[in-house]
């Protein structure tokens, strides 16, 4: 997560920007410069987006998220769904079996109680669909116009599979670089209700728990072949690959044409001068796998549900280490940055 | 936490009142009517402090709790140690021995790096002092005037002592309450700040991490002699006292006089109408011990730097069951409610 060459100081920054919460080059320098140097640990140093620890014998990955996503509810999803989902995907994609979760909420004074018991329930229904259980909580009120509606908080607790080391570190040169499926949704979804654009179709978050989805990627593929996973959630898959990239100091090269992008989604970018690399997914992930068994894995999440548009999407190259590059359509080649400001707040 | 009288259905609220917030009815009220009903399982109904799980073998306690602190830094400590002890608390007060945290901040816009970056050293520094890890993170930045500075979320994962079920429904009649010390410190430390109230002597909230003080009750007590306990927070003393008598169906007696309290938060209490025993505290524990080893647990937390002052303040009694009732120091006896409303919102 964060890029060795970053190109203005903290230091030249005295308050928070909203880029901050980005997930891009912002929110790495504040990893860099502010928490790492703060908590310094071992663990914390993998920069993975989940913890792998042993605890009484036992090896967890465990994790959290804040969700402040703004409209509460949007199509395809709320905040409480998204909070189960989020949580659930950062265990996932770290090789572990989620299990347990955890919920605080900050409410604000005078948040409608209707609301708060539709949120509730619909993170109830995500998370039984999902096969975890929340285990324990916390509930605070600020002020009036100290807060928004609410803010959610999960953590969340899983086994770790036997033997699995999944490191965003691991990528090797030669490797394949699959995308479960199409990009953007989630990102557009979100700014189409918050900005009343009118898309051509209605745009629905992908907001899902892919735990299942990579529970078959381990099945179709031998001990060892699955290098990392993530979830490509704010600041895109760009900003995703470049971390994978960064963090294995290789090179990743992606083709445009392999990329899904949903027509309403592709529209709205347009309009918005939005690339639809950068914006946010919630029921997405990005694997890097051994070649030889990339197309078993793709196979294996054709058949899921959340796996449908799947496909090998770059490759993994010794040259220009941490560095993303995309082949475009037009048969030219761009390099493909993090991303550097802010371009949707409040996403998730 | 859930009185089985409640005086007003929660049907009559639409909206989310600063009181919801306070660890009192209130709270009690959207505990039982809105997250119970939809998160209902048999951990979370248990309704502790912390839940007790199984995983992969191991057997580990797991909490969350968000920090909403204002002011951000007061005496004694600020919303960085605050988060970091609450959690710890939580953990030990379930016997379990704290382990790991997470970190999760929601930053406002504009809001100071200084003060981040004194904030994440302080967080630091308590983990560091305390022998636990921040092992997983998330940072959110919401516009400006949509947070108050930062919010912080800190979940735990603590490893249970073999053979340890400490319960607030294990409380038996004849079994001694002990209070690890004084009471409303941090509460009074809080409030002075905010109303820049001018106090005889100047008063440092309680805020610490009690696990090393829990160890000690452990060794100076015989498997099962240590029924329960709490950190007495939001709420305080009293609130803490009545979920125990109303999860274990048991009366709880408690004698004014042995309560300590110092002159400060007495004289701040009885300027502001306050009750010292509904005032958080941030560095206490209320334990329910079988009456042989009481004497032994106390002599053994006088003997810890944060158990001076640790004393017998009660004893649970057959009689009343659910109520808490306290002799005062006139001799006459008197009942402790559950604290009803909102004291002090913003507390920790």
Do not use: W
């Amino acid at each position: 997560m964060i890029p060795l060459v970053c190109p203005a100081p903290i230091a030249t920054r005295d308050t928070i920007l909203l880029g901050h919460g980005s997930g891009g080059k912002l929110s790495a320098e504040l990893l860099r410069d502010v928490f790492l140097p703060a908590f310094a640990n071992p663990v914390l140093a993998k920069l993975e987006d989940q913890a792998s620890l042993e605890i009484g014998g036992a090896r967890l990955a465990f994790t959290t998220d804040s969700f402040v996503v703004k409209p509460l509810f949007f199509r395809g999803g709320d905040i409480g769904s998204l909070a189960v989902h989020g949580t659930i995907n950062d265990l996932a994609v770290g090789g572990a079996v989620p299990e347990y979760l955890s919920a605080a909420f900050i409410l604000e004074e005078g948040f409608a109680m209707a609301d708060l018991r539709r949120i509730a329930d619909s993170m109830a229904a995500a998370a039984a669909k999902a096969g975890v259980t929340i285990v324990t909580g916390d509930t605070k009120v600020v002020e009036r116009g100290k807060g928004d509606g609410v803010y959610i908080n999960t953590a969340g607790i899983g086994r770790l599979r036997e033997g699995v080391r999944l490191s965003a570190s691991s990528a090797q040169a030669g490797d394949a670089v699959i995308l479960s499926g199409s990009i953007g949704d989630h990102g557009i979804a979100i700014l189409s209700e918050r900005e009343g654009l009118e898309l051509e179709t209605d745009v629905a978050s992908d907001s899902a728990a892919l735990h299942t989805l990579v529970d078959a990627m381990f099945a179709a593929s031998p001990a060892g072949a699955l290098r990392c996973m993530r979830d490509p959630t704010r600041g895109g898959v760009a900003s995703t690959l470049n971390e994978i990239a960064e963090q294995s100091a290789v090179g990743i090269e992606i083709d445009e044409r392999t990329l899904v992008i949903h027509n309403a989604v592709r529209g709205a970018c347009e309009l918005l001068g939005l690339d639809p690399l950068y914006v946010a997914n919630e029921g997405k992930l990005v694997a890097v796998v051994a070649r030889e068994s990339a197309a078993a894995v793709v196979e294996a999440m054709r058949r899921h549900p959340l796996g449908g548009d799947a496909a090998i999407v770059g490759r993994v190259t010794g040259a220009h280490a941490g560095m993303v590059t995309m082949r475009t359509a037009f048969g030219t080649s761009r390099i493909v940055d993090m991303l550097a400001g802010d371009q949707l707040p409040r996403i998730c």
